[in-house]
Structure formats: C-alpha cells, structure tokens
C-alpha cells in the first residue's frame, strides 16, 4: 500500500503524530501497555521512518481504565484523555484539524481506530488532499468498503502490536519528557501527571456533573462542508499549466453554441480567479456522431479531440490523465468537466491521486451534484454557466489556437486520437478527414463491436451471478422453511401421540 507521493521521502524523516481510540483499539487482555509505544516505533522503522514519534494520545473512557495501565502508558510517552464514550471519535478528530493547523507538512500521521473506514474518511479525505500529510491506518478489523483515504501503510491492531514476547521489538532505555505527556479530562479541562489524582477526579461529583450538565458533541463535525468555493489561485498554482479532460457524453456543447468559444470561455473563468498559465483541452466523445462543424471549431481553437465509445471514455480519461500528470512536473492545475459523482469508478481513484500529488483541481459538470463531493476542488461550475462568459470582451487565445486560425477556419496544433484502438494507445491523425477515414474503417468497426461485445459479457455474467446469489439465498430460505414446517409437523405428531398415551394410561373412573 505504501506508494510514493510527493512528499513521502521528505516526511519519513520528519516528526509523527499518533491517535489513539481505546474503544474501538482496546489493549489487548494481558498485554504490556508499556509496549504500545515501542511497537509503533518498531513498525514505523521497517518502514523506514526514523522521525521523532513527537506524540501519541489514547483517547477513551478512562474510568474503566485501571491506574497501573495508566501508569505504564504515561510512564513511555503515552498521554491519555478521559472522553465520554460516545464523543470519542469527535475529540479524537477535533484534535486532528486542530494539530493539522499547527504543523504544517511535511509529517506523519498515524489513527489508531475503526471510525477512519467510516465517520472519518469523507472529511479528511478532503483534508489530505488540501495539506497532504503521510498517513498510516490501524483497526481492529478492516473497513467492508475500500476507504478513498489514500495511505502509506495499514494494520490490523492485533497483529501491529504482536505479542509480549515479540523479539522485533527492543526494549530501549529512552527517557520521555514526561512534562510533556499528561492525563487530560477532555470534560472538563483538567489535566495532571499522577493517575492516582486522575482517577480522583474522574470519581468526583464535580466530574460526572460536567459531564451531566455540558455534554460534549457526539457526531464528528465535518470541517470541509462549511469551505467555499471559486478561491483565488494560490501563488503556487497560478502561473501552473492547466490540464483540462472534458467528457462530451456528460457535458455536450449546447444547441446553437459556437464551438470556437469553449477555450475562451474556460480561460476566462480561469482568468478570473487569477491563473495565468497555458491550457491543454482535450475532448472525449463519439466523435462519429458529432457534427463536423463543431469538431472543427473546437480543433481550430487548440483543442485536441479524442475518439471514445461510452464503455470506455472513463477508463481512457483517466489513463490519458495519470500521463498527463506524470509528464507535467507538480504543482499542476487539472480541471474535469464530467459528471464525476456518478461515476464512482472514476472520482475515487481521482479522490486518491489529489491526496498523492501536488495537484489544483476544478471540476465542472452538467447538473447540480444532490451531495457534496469527497473532491475537493478549488474551484467548480455548472457546465452552461461557464460557456456563459461575455460576448462583448475580445477573448485573447493562447498561442496554440491564435484567432486568424480560427477566422480562416483552418486547423491548428490540436491533437486527434482514437481511443478505441490499440487499448487506447493507437496513433495520432494530422488532420480530421484522416481521422474519419479510419473511424469509418472495418478494422475500426471490429475494435468497437469487440469492446461493447466484452462489456456486454461482463455485464450479463455480473447479473447471472447476482441473481444465481440471490436464488440460492431464497433457496436455502425455502429450504430453511420447509425444513421448520416438518420439525413443527412432527413436534406436533409427538405431543398428539403423547397425549394419546397418558389418556390410554390414566384410570378408567
């Protein structure tokens, strides 16, 4: 799991910060706590981090927590906050923005929990890929759906803390500054270093009144949802390249629309949040199907055309994406103009590229998405709104797609693919009449039909598996049933045959 993002290699020598819920991560019966701290220190190693472990906060209800446990913990650098059970996961992340805020990368991040999977993921999904931090990952049992948290390395909490007698794991003789690890009621703002007074406290009238009277919060408070959006370029990214991958199924030029005003318009609302740096466009759709003047407006104004079939246009964009980004050295602006949210396989890896490299992304799309992305772009508009720019303004084009071409009508150093052929690797055309001729070839006919022809199969086999699942769950539910009517059927027959037996056997009176 642990790819390499633009970052990773600086952070591995840099300090780490852990998170730790003992609820959902609870020592294991039996176990050393002395040991918590050098076992993450020994995992951290073979992966070849050799950062100060600057940090590490159990979080949990400590009244349940015995003080000699206490002890061990504080006595290796281990701090530990009383929580109330059900506000865990909002303290434990709390105090995650709030540490984020105050180091800025590079660093490591470890959470020690099972809510990552879950409560967590969306909102520093979007987080990590803002400020992107190393991340490590460790549960007591895995999450049943792939989280889009892209991460260094994950474990299972049993299995990174061994045993007790694991012999990977050296006992040092290393002297923590233990004015700097504290036991900390989170309820009420009181921390000390003695587990004894600690625990005093967590047994006091005035504890379990604070935490009677003022509750702490219990769901996690998502920091993204209340950011806006259409910022103003960061300095950065400003003068950046800007990659644009436009799907034309999702997002068609409208009725009527001059093609040759796509590029404009989209420098346009680039220019207006402040970046100045060249854009590259290229168009995905069935390009057999467009009307010739539109694909001659569009090439004329620099854009480049890629043929694609509907099966496909999602896997080629994002092969043609991750190209792109490989070639083009961070930071890089990328804009997607697609209907991502409906698409899960595309905006997911995505989700996972921004939070590995140093990318600005925009995203425009056809209709109002009903939910928030787990993108997170910086800036993003509704696809009409953003061909809406003003016709009064002379639109100064990039050097590419000057506007004598486009007057003359003539092509420029647009690029024009079949993305059908060859995997999506076949050549490039130099002109739009060769690129129709061999869209209308034989050979090309039998590249289309052999694809539709294998994403029909796929289809069609997921279905029968589906509905072969679902038969033989109402089977065995049948089965189940029957097999209870004839257990009851015959329980039945034995009371009426022992009822039988005892009237035989009572007395005649």
Same mark, same amino acid.
Request: aromatic share 10%; charged share 25%.
């Given at each position: 799991m642990g790819s390499m993002w633009w970052g990773e290699e600086a952070a591995k020598g840099a300090k780490i910060a852990v998170w730790w819920d003992m609820k959902e991560c609870p020592i294991p019966e039996g176990y050393d706590a002395g040991r918590i701290r050098p076992s993450l220190e020994a995992a951290f190693k073979e992966r070849g981090y050799s950062g100060p472990v600057s940090s590490i906060t159990a979080y949990g209800d400590q009244t349940q927590t015995p003080v000699h446990i206490l002890q061990a913990l504080l006595s290796t650098g281990v701090s530990v906050a009383h929580t109330s059970s059900e506000s865990t996961s909002y303290?434990?992340?709390?105090?995650?923005?709030? !540490?984020?805020?105050?180091?800025?990368?590079?660093?490591?991040m470890m959470i020690i929990s099972n809510q990552v999977g879950g409560d967590l993921s969306w909102d520093l999904?979007?987080?990590?890929?803002?400020?992107?931090?190393?991340?490590?990952?460790?549960?007591?049992?895995?999450?049943?759906?792939?989280?889009? $948290?892209?991460?260094?390395?994950? !474990?299972? !909490?049993?299995?990174? @803390?061994?045993?007790?007698?694991?012999?990977? #794991?050296?006992?040092?003789?290393?002297?923590? +500054?233990?004015?700097?690890?504290?036991?900390?009621? +989170?309820?009420?703002?009181?921390?000390?270093?003695?587990?004894?007074?600690?625990?005093?406290?967590?047994?006091?009238? +005035?504890?379990?009144?604070?935490?009677s009277v003022y509750p702490t919060y219990k769901?996690?408070?998502?920091?993204?949802?209340? !950011?806006?959006?259409?910022?103003a370029a960061a300095p950065e990214y400003a003068t950046a390249k800007i990659l644009v991958w436009w799907n034309m199924f999702d997002c068609p030029i409208p009725e009527g629309y001059d093609a040759r005003r796509v590029r404009p318009s989209l420098e346009e609302a680039f220019k207006k949040l402040g970046y100045s740096g060249p854009v590259s466009i290229t168009a995905y759709g069935d390009l057999n199907h467009t009307p010739e003047h539109l694909l001659r407006g569009l090439s004329s104004t620099g854009v480049? @055309? *890629?043929?694609? #079939? $509907?099966?496909?246009?999602?896997?080629?964009?994002?092969?043609?994406?991750?190209?792109?980004?490989?070639?083009?050295?961070?930071?890089?602006? #990328?804009?997607? #103009?697609?209907?991502?949210?409906?698409?899960?396989?595309?905006?997911?890896?995505?989700?996972r590229l921004v939070q590995k490299q140093k990318h600005n992304?925009?995203? *425009?799309?056809?209709?109002?998405p009903y939910k928030m992305f787990v993108l997170l772009p910086s800036a993003e508009w509704l696809w009409h709104s953003l061909l809406e720019v003003s016709e009064k303004r002379k639109h100064v084009l990039q050097k590419c797609s000057s506007e004598s071409e486009s007057d003359r009508g003539g092509e420029s150093s647009a690029m024009l693919y079949c993305k059908?052929?060859?995997?999506?690797?076949?050549?490039?055309?130099?002109?739009?009449?060769?690129?129709?001729?061999? $869209?209308? /070839?034989?050979?090309? *006919?039998?590249?289309?039909?052999?694809?539709?022809?294998?994403?029909?199969?796929?289809?069609?086999?997921?279905? @029968? /598996?589906?509905?072969?699942? +679902?038969?033989? %769950?109402?089977?065995?539910?049948?089965?189940?049933?029957?097999?209870?009517?004839?257990?009851?059927?015959?329980?039945?027959?034995? =009371?009426? =045959?022992? /009822? %039988?037996? =005892?009237?035989?056997?009572?007395?005649?009176?």
């Amino acid at each position: 799991m642990g790819s390499m993002w633009w970052g990773e290699e600086a952070a591995k020598g840099a300090k780490i910060a852990v998170w730790w819920d003992m609820k959902e991560c609870p020592i294991p019966e039996g176990y050393d706590a002395g040991r918590i701290r050098p076992s993450l220190e020994a995992a951290f190693k073979e992966r070849g981090y050799s950062g100060p472990v600057s940090s590490i906060t159990a979080y949990g209800d400590q009244t349940q927590t015995p003080v000699h446990i206490l002890q061990a913990l504080l006595s290796t650098g281990v701090s530990v906050a009383h929580t109330s059970s059900e506000s865990t996961s909002y303290i434990l992340y709390r105090d995650i923005v709030e !540490w984020r805020g105050q180091n800025p990368p590079p660093a490591t991040m470890m959470i020690i929990s099972n809510q990552v999977g879950g409560d967590l993921s969306w909102d520093l999904a979007r987080l990590q890929q803002r400020s992107q931090y190393n991340l490590f990952l460790a549960y007591s049992k895995a999450p049943c759906v792939l989280s889009v $948290l892209s991460t260094s390395s994950r !474990w299972l !909490w049993e299995k990174l @803390l061994g045993d007790n007698n694991n012999n990977r #794991i050296e006992t040092r003789s290393v002297q923590y +500054k233990l004015s700097a690890m504290i036991l900390c009621c +989170k309820s009420c703002n009181f921390d000390c270093q003695s587990p004894e007074k600690f625990r005093k406290h967590l047994s006091s009238y +005035k504890h379990a009144r604070q935490e009677s009277v003022y509750p702490t919060y219990k769901e996690v408070n998502r920091v993204t949802e209340t !950011w806006g959006r259409n910022y103003a370029a960061a300095p950065e990214y400003a003068t950046a390249k800007i990659l644009v991958w436009w799907n034309m199924f999702d997002c068609p030029i409208p009725e009527g629309y001059d093609a040759r005003r796509v590029r404009p318009s989209l420098e346009e609302a680039f220019k207006k949040l402040g970046y100045s740096g060249p854009v590259s466009i290229t168009a995905y759709g069935d390009l057999n199907h467009t009307p010739e003047h539109l694909l001659r407006g569009l090439s004329s104004t620099g854009v480049s @055309l *890629a043929h694609t #079939i $509907l099966d496909v246009t999602y896997k080629r964009m994002y092969s043609d994406l991750l190209d792109g980004q490989k070639s083009n050295p961070t930071p890089t602006n #990328i804009m997607v #103009i697609s209907d991502t949210d409906t698409h899960q396989a595309f905006s997911t890896p995505l989700v996972r590229l921004v939070q590995k490299q140093k990318h600005n992304l925009f995203l *425009a799309y056809s209709s109002r998405p009903y939910k928030m992305f787990v993108l997170l772009p910086s800036a993003e508009w509704l696809w009409h709104s953003l061909l809406e720019v003003s016709e009064k303004r002379k639109h100064v084009l990039q050097k590419c797609s000057s506007e004598s071409e486009s007057d003359r009508g003539g092509e420029s150093s647009a690029m024009l693919y079949c993305k059908v052929c060859c995997g999506g690797q076949g050549p490039d055309y130099k002109s739009l009449d060769n690129l129709r001729t061999h $869209l209308s /070839s034989e050979e090309h *006919a039998q590249e289309e039909y052999s694809i539709t022809a294998s994403v029909q199969l796929k289809m069609k086999n997921r279905n @029968l /598996s589906l509905l072969a699942h +679902k038969a033989f %769950r109402t089977g065995f539910l049948l089965l189940d049933n029957h097999l209870r009517r004839l257990r009851a059927r015959k329980s039945q027959s034995c =009371r009426r =045959r022992g /009822s %039988r037996r =005892r009237a035989q056997k009572s007395p005649t009176v």
